[in-house]
């Protein structure tokens, strides 16, 4: 039986070209039933020798390739970077090899598949920043106003706004390299003149700075140079903003790079790549985001991830509605029976570790000018530390004013 082998980020992908089936199988799985007999299997019992507890959850082979074992017979041979197992005292001890090889016969795989054409597999999360990036120069430099060769005419204006409509319907995020220094006008780019911007108990525009005297309540991290991982802002509001964009008055002098995860994506990965019980959890298991400051006080109550009540056809499952995320506003979990509580835990540990991955992660440094605006309901942010005067000028927005606007344009392109 021949075979065709497809590596992904987490499990391996074999389509067994007999009967066109495929099968996914957890690299983990693979590590723990590798059939060798040097360390794995009793040379003569054959039995397991090797512990399941020793692998770890998130092992990647190193290679893996399509070969024949000593009978002729198609097989997949993965290689793996050494791994402790427990010596017969339970002590770990790390085996001393470059690395190890598991060859499985493809007839074995097919026989013991699990992962059987799998109807609804989640890619990861969009991590390409060249994705979601536009630069406002360029569109400047095509579609200038006649009257003003520094300023987008008419046409441009169009499709730039169509542009920003399109990363933002399907990415969440879009970063727009040279956009200017006015941030009251690149409100504009966003909303109609008539609608206006969201504000808050710090202001109505943020100047995340270290030396702030423009907004009120500013004793919380954004005005500090620490930094700030990701989440969603406004947790604790009953009615959390649309959308946000951060418009660079000045970068930091090091550091203070910001950093974006789709969340939507990255649940719907969780469900079914990774962890459908902490998935599960996440979703039912109400959360306090409680905001204490000096003076200003609020609270509110949800699950870390909300559904709606909306179906999605593909799946016959509810939809996710709205990421609410947050750890420095995160209060005390007692929502959770004693018996459960670690279970909880495990489940955002599991959840964190995702967004953390290189492979979820959109990275974009802002220069002077440079403008990113993401859905707040769907996407997390986060920043590095930094030293040096950073300044970023915050601004929230209702999300029916933005799409209104937005698509208006992409309207107007026919598109």
């Known amino acids: 039986m021949s075979a065709l082998l497809d590596l992904k980020p987490d499990w391996a992908r074999i389509t067994f070209v007999d009967d066109q089936?495929?099968?996914?199988?957890?690299?983990?799985?693979?590590?723990?039933?590798c059939p060798c007999l040097s360390g794995c299997r009793h040379s003569s019992t054959k039995e397991r020798l090797i512990d399941a507890a020793t692998i770890p959850l998130e092992i990647r082979p190193l290679r893996?390739?399509?070969?024949?074992?000593?009978?002729?017979?198609?097989?997949?041979?993965?290689?793996?970077?050494?791994?402790?197992?427990?010596?017969?005292?339970?002590?770990?001890?790390?085996?001393?090899?470059?690395?190890?090889?598991?060859?499985?016969?493809?007839?074995?795989?097919?026989?013991?598949?699990?992962?059987?054409?799998?109807?609804?597999?989640?890619?990861?999360?969009?991590?390409?920043?060249?994705?979601?990036?536009?630069?406002?120069?360029?569109?400047?430099?095509?579609?200038?106003?006649?009257?003003d060769n520094s300023r987008l005419g008419t046409s441009g204006t169009v499709l730039y706004r169509a542009a920003l409509y399109d990363r933002l319907s399907k990415f969440g995020v879009a970063v727009i390299r040279n956009r200017g220094h006015d941030t009251e006008d690149i409100i504009l780019d966003f909303i109609d003149s008539k609608a206006d911007v969201i504000p808050t108990h710090f202001g109505r525009i943020e100047h995340l700075r270290t030396d702030n005297t423009e907004n009120a309540n500013n004793d919380q991290l954004g005005y500090t140079n620490s930094a700030v991982r990701l989440h969603t802002d406004q947790c604790y509001a009953e009615t959390v903003p649309g959308f946000q964009f951060l418009h660079c008055i000045r970068p930091a002098d090091v550091g203070g790079e910001n950093y974006f995860v789709h969340a939507e994506s990255a649940a719907n990965y969780l469900k079914t790549e990774v962890n459908r019980?902490?998935?599960?959890?996440?979703?039912?298991?109400?959360?306090?985001?409680?905001?204490?400051?000096?003076?200003?006080?609020?609270?509110?109550?949800?699950?870390?991830?909300?559904?709606?009540?909306?179906?999605?056809?593909?799946?016959?499952?509810?939809?996710?509605?709205?990421?609410?995320?947050?750890?420095?506003?995160?209060?005390?979990?007692?929502?959770?029976?004693?018996?459960?509580?670690?279970?909880?835990?495990?489940?955002?540990?599991?959840?964190?570790?995702?967004?953390?991955?290189?492979?979820?992660?959109?990275?974009?440094?802002?220069?002077?000018?440079?403008?990113?605006?993401?859905?707040?309901?769907k996407v997390l942010h986060a920043r590095n530390g930094f030293t040096g005067p950073r300044h970023m000028a915050g601004v929230y927005l209702a999300a029916a004013d933005l799409w209104h606007h937005l698509g208006q344009a992409k309207e107007a392109t026919g598109n």
């Open 21 to 33: 089936t495929t099968a996914d199988f957890h690299y983990f799985w693979l590590r723990h039933n």
């Open 64 to 147: 893996a390739v399509l070969t024949t074992d000593d009978s002729g017979a198609p097989a997949v041979a993965f290689f793996w970077a050494p791994i402790a197992t427990k010596d017969d005292s339970g002590g770990l001890v790390v085996q001393d090899e470059k690395e190890h090889v598991s060859l499985f016969q493809v007839q074995w795989l097919r026989d013991n598949a699990y992962g059987v054409n799998r109807g609804h597999v989640h890619e990861l999360p969009p991590h390409d920043a060249a994705l979601v990036t536009i630069d406002y120069a360029a569109y400047v430099a095509e579609y200038a106003d006649v009257n």
């Open 277 to 377: 019980r902490a998935y599960e959890l996440l979703t039912t298991v109400p959360v306090s985001f409680d905001r204490r400051q000096a003076k200003f006080q609020a609270l509110h109550i949800s699950p870390i991830l909300r559904l709606s009540d909306e179906i999605d056809p593909a799946t016959n499952e509810r939809k996710l509605a709205q990421v609410r995320y947050s750890y420095f506003t995160q209060g005390a979990q007692t929502n959770v029976p004693f018996s459960e509580l670690r279970e909880w835990y495990e489940a955002q540990q599991v959840w964190d570790k995702l967004l953390y991955r290189d492979d979820f992660q959109i990275k974009a440094g802002l220069q002077a000018g440079d403008v990113v605006i993401y859905d707040n309901l």
